[in-house]
């Protein structure tokens, strides 16, 4: 059994700035892919930055260098720097963890998703 918790997100102006951070806790495996994921009403949810433990970051194609993902693998969390938003990014943002197991896990963990909206 693991817990995401996510933090941060919220309100901000187009081409402001957020910042999001989740922590991983219980059982967590080692290799691992932890990230981020968005979803809008109507739409399938979509990858925004995921990484293993090596650190190798995959973008969705929407980021175009806005967005940076990290992690840090001794606390267990991983993070995502939001720039130069854009009202088409309000989304709610859901942290994601699926360990590297063999045979592969078919149950991948989310957190419980943290809304970021971009109004003026």
């Known amino acids: 059994q693991v817990r995401l918790v996510e933090s941060g997100g919220g309100l901000v102006q187009p081409g402001g700035s957020l910042r999001l951070s989740c922590e991983v806790s219980g059982s967590v495996f080692n290799p691992n892919v932890m990230g981020w994921y968005r979803q809008v009403p109507g739409k399938a949810r979509e990858v925004v930055a995921t990484?293993?433990?090596?650190?190798?970051?995959r973008y969705g194609e929407f980021v175009k260098g806005r967005f940076t993902g990290s992690r840090d693998n001794a606390k267990n969390m991983v993070f995502l720097q939001l720039n130069s938003l854009e009202p088409e990014d309000t989304a709610l943002y859901f942290c994601y963890y699926n360990p590297l197991t063999i045979p592969p896990s078919t149950t991948p963990n989310w957190g419980q998703g943290t809304q970021d909206t971009v109004s003026s």
């Open positions: 990484s293993t433990n090596r650190r190798s970051i």
